[in-house]
T-cell receptor
Framework: KNQVEQSPQSLIILEGKNCTLQCNYTVSPFSNLRWYKQDTGRGPVSLTIMTFSENTKSNGRYTATLDADTKQSSLHITASQLSDSASYICVVISMDSSYKLIFGSGTRLLVRP | EAGVTQFPSHSVIEKGQTVTLRCDPISGHDNLYWYRRVMGKEIKFLLHFVKESKQDESGMPNNRFLAERTGGTYSTLKVQPAELEDSGVYFC???????????FGNGTRLTVT
């Protein structure tokens, strides 16, 4: 069964600190992996898209890594800001489900001043 | 460029009533998807349109749900009759193709009482 597991479920950090969110998946065959940020009451917004051959991709203070062999990904947030408080969702697309996104349950991040 | 817009943002209806959700995708996006999040669980796929054709409707929970995309522009998702377990947030998304980003609307929060 295609699944995407994320950890931790929730995380509280102080402003300015770094943090790393984890994602493990069992989706096969793999096409690409995406990290989304979802603010409360809003739709998910794409942060990064990574294909099989990509190990690292950055978007500002966000850096995603992918290990396709172990089927693990991480999202590292550097120098956190209050506006980073949101849910971060790992999404995987399988090669054989043309457009179907398989969502993790997300990590809820709270950045405190 | 206008994003994906959904209407209404909130809907509260009684069990047994009918509700119709609307989605306007980004102009030029042939691919339109419906997803939903229920009971605090992960977001799950409902169906996928390519222009006016249903490409994949494997995620539709039962025949109380009917999605249409007449003319290949906006889409509607009708729930008739609504049940308590239909409560959740319904997201619409669109994309140009499978390799580009999938853009989400802010969702419609449906509450069935």
């Amino acid at each position: 069964k295609n699944q995407v597991e994320q950890s931790p479920q929730s995380l509280i950090i102080l402003e300015g600190k770094n943090c790393t969110l984890q994602c493990n998946y069992t989706v096969s065959p793999f096409s690409n992996l995406r990290w989304y940020k979802q603010d409360t009451g809003r739709g998910p917004v794409s942060l990064t898209i990574m294909t099989f051959s990509e190990n690292t991709k950055s978007n500002g203070r966000y850096t995603a890594t992918l290990d396709a062999d172990t089927k693990q990904s991480s999202l590292h947030i550097t120098a956190s800001q209050l506006s980073d408080s949101a849910s971060y969702i790992c999404v995987v697309i399988s090669m054989d489900s043309s457009y179907k996104l398989i969502f993790g349950s997300g990590t809820r991040l709270l950045v405190r001043p | 460029e206008a994003g994906v817009t959904q209407f209404p943002s909130h809907s509260v209806i009684e069990k047994g009533q009918t509700v119709t959700l609307r989605c306007d995708p980004i102009s030029g996006h042939d691919n339109l998807y419906w997803y939903r999040r229920v009971m605090g669980k992960e977001i799950k796929f409902l169906l996928h349109f390519v222009k006016e054709s249903k490409q994949d409707e494997s995620g539709m929970p039962n025949n109380r749900f009917l999605a249409e995309r007449t003319g290949g522009t906006y889409s509607t998702l009708k729930v008739q009759p609504a049940e308590l377990e239909d409560s959740g947030v319904y997201f619409c998304a669109s994309s140009q193709d499978r390799w580009t980003g999938v853009h989400f609307g802010n969702g419609t929060r449906l509450t069935v009482t």
